[in-house]
C-alpha cells in the first residue's frame, strides 16, 4: 500500500528539517574551528554527517513507501553564538524542536493506522532521546567548565575522539 499523500508531505517537511540540522551543526562546527576548538568542531562535524545520515533514511523510507520526495529550499541556519555554552543551548533548543516534530510524525502514523511509519519511526524516537539527553549532559559540562581554561580544554579533547559511525535506521 503506498503510503498517504498527508504522510508524504509530513515526512518531506522532515527531510527538510533533518538537512536544516545538519547546516545547523556545519555552521556550528565552522565557528568551533574558528575558535581553534577543534574537538568541539569535530563533534559538531560528527552530528551534521548524522543529521545528513537522519534525512537520507527518511528519503529512502518515502521512496521505498511509494511517495514522492520534494527536496525544498533550506533555510540559512544562523552563524556566530557567543560561546560554546550558547552553542549547546542552542543545541538543546533544536533537538527539543526535532523531537516534537518527529512525535508529531508519529502521532500521525499511529491516526492513520500507518503500521509501517510507525515501526520505522520508532528509530527515529528512541534517537531523539539520545540526542537530547547527549546535548544536556555536554551543555552541563560546558557550564562547569566555563571559568577554568584547562576543563575546556580537556572537554574540547574529549569531544575531539568522537567518530562518525553511520546509523542503520529502521
Known amino acids: ?9 509530513a515526512i518531506n517537511a522532515q527531510i527538510n528539517a533533518e538537512f536544516y540540522s545538519a547546516y545547523l551543526y556545519l555552521a556550528m562546527s565552522c565557528q568551533a574551528a574558528d575558535m581553534k576548538l577543534k574537538g568541539l568542531a569535530n563533534w559538531f562535524n560528527i552530528q551534521y554527517q548524522e543529521e545528513v545520515a537522519h534525512a537520507m533514511g527518511f528519503l529512502n523510507y518515502l521512496n521505498e513507501r511509494g511517495g514522492r520526495v520534494l527536496l525544498t529550499t533550506i533555510d540559512a541556519p544562523p552563524t556566530q553564538w557567543d560561546s560554546p555554552v550558547a ?12 523531537t ?16 509501517a511509519a510507525s515501526q520505522f519511526l520508532n528509530w527515529y524516537v528512541k534517537e531523539q532521546v539520545e540526542e537530547e539527553a547527549t546535548a544536556d549532559e555536554i551543555l552541563g559540562e560546558l557550564r562547569l567548565a566555563a ?11 574529549e569531544l575531539g575522539a568522537r567518530v562518525f559511525v553511520a546509523p542503520v535506521i529502521g
Do not use: G, W, Y
Open 87 to 98: 552553542m549547546f543551548e542552542n543545541t538543546c533548543e533544536h533537538e527539543a524542536k526535532v
Open 100 to 115: 516534537a516534530m518527529i512525535n508529531d510524525l508519529a502521532a500521525l502514523a499511529f491516526e492513520q493506522k500507518d503500521f
Open 1 to 9: 500500500m503506498a503510503i498517504s499523500k498527508k504522510m508524504e508531505d
Open 147 to 157: 571559568d577554568n581554561p584547562s576543563a575546556t580544554l580537556m572537554l574540547d579533547r
